[in-house]
């Protein structure tokens, strides 16, 4: 299984981005995708995760009605809006996946993509 996070980049403060998350095999079929991210300097912080269902969906207040995901199982992708960016929102975004939002462990990650916001 492959995660491979892309859609980073440059934008100013209050602009937007989309993050994709391409994932091999039919991961997004039985699994729960999660968006994290990690500012230099920082500690890693889970951004947000959706359930297999595409039901339930876990944002972070810190990106809590700026942030959607979403998913094209079609596709074996999945989204991450990102609406209203802040400097803060400044980092190295992953996307990874685990059986479901309340499992402990997650199983499989992809490479981060950075994203950059400028006041």
């Known amino acids: 299984v492959q995660l491979q996070a892309s859609g980073g980049g440059s934008v100013q403060a209050g602009g937007s981005l989309r993050l994709s998350c391409a994932a091999s095999g039919q991961i997004l079929d039985y699994s729960a995708i999660g968006w994290f991210r990690q500012a230099p300097g920082k500690e890693r912080e889970e951004v947000s995760c959706?359930?297999?269902?595409?039901?339930?969906?876990i944002y972070a207040d810190a990106v809590k009605g700026r942030f959607t995901m979403s998913r094209d199982t079609a596709k074996n992708t999945a989204q991450l809006q990102m609406n209203s960016l802040k400097p803060d929102d400044t980092a190295v975004y992953y996307c990874?996946?685990?059986?479901?939002?309340?499992?402990?462990?997650?199983?499989?990650w992809g490479q981060g993509t950075q994203v950059t916001v400028s006041s």
């Open positions: 959706e359930s297999f269902t595409g039901l339930t969906r």
């Open positions: 990874a996946a685990k059986t479901n939002c309340n499992a402990a462990l997650w199983s499989y």
